[in-house]
């Protein structure tokens, strides 16, 4: 863990900010799962250091840009589901730290990161992607579930209650598990796992549909397809499906889903993003920050780390 920690805090520029990989660009979610993967493994200053440029970078009505590049943002527009992952970083670090002076700096941002996301959110229960009200997606609006659920948990720290945000949280779960042609289909296995994993399906539900999709998706002996009918299994897939299953208790099939990730570990200690494995080489030629940050939860949630399995097991609210 602590060579892949490395890599991770390698890339990180020295204002905090940790793009996909040297040079590239920043999207906030990937930034915020590479800094849970720093705490997961002990480098608390660099992780502190990527929570204050979410601070800094915060916008007036709430949000951040999709997507940033070179200290400054690229892509203006606000993905709902970007934003709404603070919540779940600043549990990790809070739980990670037990920092309460820190949670006082963080719970604004959280709580207006919240209401930035909940201002999207339709009479259906649905909450847009991005500025496309028509465009709802599967696999963001189970993390934006997530997200409401460890901002809950947050405000309950505080000795605050967000009703709001709780009846949003239900009726976003009744419209993904009741309405689902309100989303736009994909064949990417991140829908398949991700409302389980945002614990918008839980419980007997929730191993039915792990079990009804595991052949579809789960390539033996190497991975996780990132798409059911590519040759192409990916880092960050696999890692998070293990750390799905070892939140859960799974630890037999979530060990063995890292053990198969291992292949696409460099000497260095990061991850290439994903393996083609019909023509057998590594694709894209990229390493990316987000990827090792993955596998870092995931090793982490295997070994038992009470953190990284409260964050990442089954919530409810």
């Not at 579930?145 to 948990?153: D, I, K, R, W």
Request: hydrophobic share 45%; net charge negative.
């Amino acid at each position: 863990m602590k060579a892949t920690a490395a890599t991770i805090a390698a890339v990180q520029r020295t204002d905090g900010a940790i793009p996909w990989r040297a040079g590239g660009y920043l999207d906030p979610w990937n930034h915020i799962e590479a800094a849970m993967g720093l705490d997961a493994a002990g480098r608390r200053t660099e992780a502190e250091a990527a929570y204050d440029w979410l601070l800094r970078n915060q916008r007036p009505d709430g949000s951040w840009a999709a997507e940033y590049r070179d200290g400054g943002p690229k892509l203006s527009t606000m993905d709902t589901n970007f934003t709404a992952y603070v919540a779940v970083g600043v549990r990790h670090h809070f739980l990670v730290t037990g920092d309460h002076a820190w949670l006082d700096r963080m719970w604004p941002v959280v709580d207006r990161a919240a209401d930035a996301v909940l201002r999207r959110q339709q009479p259906s229960g649905a909450i847009a992607w991005r500025d496309d009200p028509e465009v709802r997606l599967v696999t963001g609006s189970s993390s934006i579930h997530h997200a409401l659920t460890q901002a809950l948990a947050l405000a309950s720290v505080r000795g605050l209650d967000r009703p709001q945000w709780r009846d949003a949280a239900r009726r976003l779960r009744v419209a993904l598990r009741d309405e689902p042609r309100l989303f736009l289909p994909k064949p990417h296995a991140m829908d398949w796992y991700y409302p389980v994993l945002g614990s918008v399906v839980t419980g007997a539900d929730a191993a039915a549909r792990l079990a009804a999709g595991w052949d579809r998706f789960v390539e033996p002996g190497l991975g996780v397809r990132c798409v059911r009918h590519e040759p192409w299994v990916t880092g960050g897939e696999t890692a998070e499906l293990a750390l799905t299953l070892a939140a859960r208790g799974d630890r037999v099939r979530a060990g063995e889903l890292l053990a198969w990730v291992a292949r696409l570990k460099h000497d260095d200690g990061s991850y290439w993003t994903g393996y083609q494995f019909a023509d057998e080489e590594f694709w894209p030629d990229e390493r990316t920050t987000w990827t090792s940050g993955a596998v870092l939860l995931a090793t982490a949630a295997l070994d038992g780390d009470p953190a990284t399995c409260e964050i990442f097991g089954e919530q409810r609210i």
